[in-house]
């Protein structure tokens, strides 16, 4: 199935042909093919493997939204989805998430390609229109013009019909989409990002720190890039994309400006300040709950110790 990248026919229309698709996308399917891909990577020792799996969720007209997926297998040829092992995990996840439904498949690839309209093919019987959600796992710059201006390497295909010179083949056009949460899904994702309730709490902010800022740096190197390619000739000119560029940097502050630097020490110290009395603050009711406790434990001895002494003999009442 590595072949499928090497056909360089294109089967995707123009971005003068829109779809009318309304399309959501859920964090969970990102999430599943991103492990899937890594996955694989990881058992085949391949860095461009094969993975392909199935599409579920809902779809209410024109509206359709991915909830969930699941992995698919082959056949021995490689080139032919396994058909009773799809219908068996479909009715599966049908009996426990009985309003999903089959909508499409997935797969990893920089573009589709004639062969992945072939695989294509194999789904119709499901669905009468199946999604193709492609993970794309090479970063590119992405550029105004396209219609999925998203930071994630995802791009979603709906299939269609191309008449020309009076001859019909089947192509894709790509449908933009939008990433779509529930509260449930927020507070996953958020759990998921601070290592799963393992580590303390400082680990993991830590490390989302140190995860942010390394993202960040990527993007920085991204864009360094893209002005140096431009400035050099070897990339296109966009100046929707260097205007932005330019907005940015002039919205940064001027962190060498003494007036910046002085009212940024002045809230750091405020800060560790705050920080300080708090903590005296809490090692003060700490010290207190203790003289507390400590006052009312010797009380307490103290009055046994009374009544003690003040109780009468029992010696002498048995004689």
Not at 17 to 31: D, E, K, M, Y
Not at 75 to 97: A, I, M, N, P, W
Request: glycine share 6%.
């Amino acid at each position: 199935m590595s072949a499928m990248e090497t056909d360089d026919t294109s089967v995707v229309l123009s971005s003068s042909a829109t779809s009318g698709l309304s399309l959501s996308l859920h964090p969970l399917p990102i999430l599943n093919i991103s492990e899937h891909l890594t996955r694989r990577k990881l058992q085949t020792k391949n860095t461009d493997p094969f993975v392909l799996g199935a599409l579920l969720g809902t779809q209410n007209g024109r509206e359709v939204e991915i909830v969930n997926t699941f992995e698919l297998a082959v056949e021995d040829d490689g080139e032919s989805v396994d058909h009773t092992f799809l219908v068996s995990r479909r009715d599966q996840y049908k009996q426990v998430f009985p309003s999903l439904e089959f909508i499409g498949w997935y797969t990893a690839a920089i573009h589709p390609t004639p062969k992945h309209v072939q695989l294509h093919e194999q789904f119709t019987g499901y669905c009468s229109a199946p999604l193709l959600l492609a993970l794309q796992p090479t970063l590119a710059i992405v550029s105004s013009a396209d219609v999925n201006a998203q930071t994630l390497p995802f791009k979603a295909y709906e299939p269609s019909i191309e008449i020309k010179d009076r001859t019909s083949r089947s192509v894709f056009i790509e449908v933009p989409y939008k990433v779509e949460t529930g509260e449930a899904e927020r507070i996953a994702v958020d759990w998921t990002a601070k290592g799963g309730g393992s580590g303390t709490s400082l680990d993991s902010h830590l490390q989302t720190q140190r995860s942010a800022v390394k993202m960040l740096h990527e993007r920085i190197m991204v864009l360094v890039k893209y002005v140096s390619d431009v400035i050099a000739g070897q990339a296109t000119k966009d100046h929707a994309t260097l205007r932005a560029l330019s907005a940015l940097v002039a919205s940064l502050p001027a962190t060498e400006n003494i007036g910046f630097r002085h009212e940024f020490n002045t809230e750091y110290e405020d800060v560790q300040l705050t920080a300080f009395l708090s903590s005296l603050t809490k090692s003060s009711n700490i010290l207190n709950d203790l003289v507390d406790k400590h006052i009312v434990l010797t009380a307490s001895r103290e009055d046994r110790s009374t009544r003690r002494r003040n109780a009468p003999g029992r010696q002498g009442d048995w004689h």
